[in-house]
């Protein structure tokens, strides 16, 4: 019976770090930081500020998005992640998301294009979003 209390504090332990770790591992999307999911919506940031840019995604079809060229560079992409759908229907959409650091003032284009399985090339599919850094 000792031995079973033990285990069992022990692994209520392990399981409240584990969560514990995956709350510190989501600071990077803290409030305040802009996202953008509408290519027709301009991005507008200041150097050295993070956004991100989500698209929505169906990963299990093979198709995801790629960061394409950003012509001039003006940022850096620091991390991408996919956040599945909130429901459990079969070939719902998730959301693709991308982080980005603005690094120098100017404007120009962000490109994100969706590529086939197996394939780094476009299937055609590209959104562009205009993009001013201050």
Known sequence: MRGTRASLLLLSACALLTLLGACASSSHTAKGTPTFTDPKQAISVRVGQQFHVELAATPGTGYSWRVGQTQPELVVQTGARYVPPSTTRVGAAGRQVFDFRATRKGE??????????????????????RITVH
């Open 108 to 129: 120009g284009a962000l490109a994100l294009v969706s590529v086939g399985p197996g394939t780094n090339a476009p299937v055609g599919k590209s959104d562009e979003f």
